[in-house]
């Protein structure tokens, strides 16, 4: 059986210097045949290099497997970025 792909993007943000990082969202695109997020056991996990402390700049977020798996899609990840702005 071959797997559908599954794309799960990461949302960029921008947050105001020296406040803190808000936890990261996504959305998932292309369920099949009336799938929901039901089919998905665990879940993807979200980083970026950005803390309360860094300065003004652009920073990547990253979206990985972790432990995601459903048995009938494979997954693509697509990252974002997060902005600090400055004072």
């Avoid at 990461?10 to 089919?39: M, W």
Wanted: charged share 20%.
């Amino acid at each position: 059986m071959t797997k559908a792909p599954l794309t799960f993007t990461a949302i960029g943000i921008s947050v105001p210097y020296d406040s803190s990082i808000p936890a990261l969202t996504y959305k998932i695109e292309e369920f099949e045949n009336g799938d929901t997020a039901k089919v998905l056991k665990g879940r993807p996990l979200e980083t970026t290099t950005a803390k309360k402390s860094s300065p003004p700049g652009v920073y990547p977020i990253t979206i990985q497997q972790h432990t995601l798996s459903a048995e009938n899609y494979t997954f693509i990840f697509k990252g974002a970025e997060l902005t600090i702005t400055k004072p």
